[in-house]
């Protein structure tokens, strides 16, 4: 299932961001209620501003929303994902900037390394 997004950052381009909902994704969404297309909603009802949102998440421990699109693109990378893929899940059309995503954790190279003679 799809979700089209059209208020994000590259959205005064023109651009729509497509969202690929899994299935636990749909499942959470269920039981949230939403407003005007709106799901995060303060106990007012009323939207969360993204200044809203970024407060919570830092009193959850999450530096903020697109570390949260980060640890995704990493862990994809991680499971195989190839890069075109992940890029198109991401909204990027340039390649290269999935790549920043691989070179930030790659646990595959990690565990090899630790394998190196006089590198555990």
Do not use: N
């Not at 303060?42 to 501003?49: D, L, Q, R, V, W």
């Not at 570390?67 to 693109?73: D, Q």
Request: hydrophobic residues 40%; charged residues 20%; aromatic residues 6%.
């Amino acid at each position: 299932c799809t979700a089209i997004l059209g208020g994000h950052k590259t959205a005064h381009h023109g651009k729509t961001r497509t969202l690929y909902l899994t299935p636990a994704a749909l499942a959470v969404l269920a039981e949230v209620p939403t407003k005007e297309g709106f799901v995060f909603l303060s106990s007012k009802g009323k939207p969360y501003t993204p200044s809203g949102l970024r407060t919570i998440l830092r009193g959850k421990g999450v530096p903020g929303a697109y570390c949260l699109r980060h640890t995704a693109a990493q862990d994809w990378l991680e499971q195989g994902v190839d890069f075109g893929v992940v890029a198109g899940l991401l909204g990027h059309s340039d390649l290269r900037t999935v790549q920043v995503y691989a070179q930030v954790r790659d646990r595959r190279l990690t565990a090899a390394a630790k394998g190196i003679r006089g590198m555990e």
